[in-house]
């Protein structure tokens, strides 16, 4: 059994919003940081955020200002709300957990252990 699993991806005309969740069936929030990554087409896979086990969530650049995390612990799941979108944003957004974290921090882009399958995400008008 996948130990994360992503949902809420789909088609968004530039400027919209989306929000996507990632399940994690057979993992506990309270002891792992998850982060997003993003991989376009023809391009390395990009980290673009994470959330310590805390909840302390980190953001990469190109993202700043536009995306969002919240943990909901009690239904084990991560949500990232993306506003403001941009034909560059899409790509196919993954969620990764990790237990070597430690409280407070995470590595935007870093090494995970355990990932999703992916969720496609499009901007176009």
């Known amino acids: 059994q996948r130990q994360l699993v992503e949902s809420g991806g789909g088609l968004v005309q530039p400027g919209g919003s989306l929000r996507l969740s990632c399940a994690a069936p057979?993992?506990?929030?309270?002891?792992?940081?998850i982060a997003w990554f993003r991989q376009a087409p023809g391009k390395e896979r990009e980290g673009i955020s994470c959330t310590s086990i805390g909840g302390n969530s980190y953001f990469a650049d190109s993202v700043k200002g536009r995306f969002t995390i919240d943990k909901d612990n009690a239904k084990n799941t991560v949500y990232l709300q993306m506003n403001s979108l941009k034909s560059e944003d899409t790509a196919v957004y993954y969620c990764a957990a990790d237990r070597g974290y430690s409280y407070s921090y995470c590595a935007v882009g870093g090494e995970y252990d355990y990932w999703g399958q992916g969720t496609q995400v499009t901007v176009s008008s």
């Open positions: 057979e993992l506990t929030l309270d002891y792992v940081a």
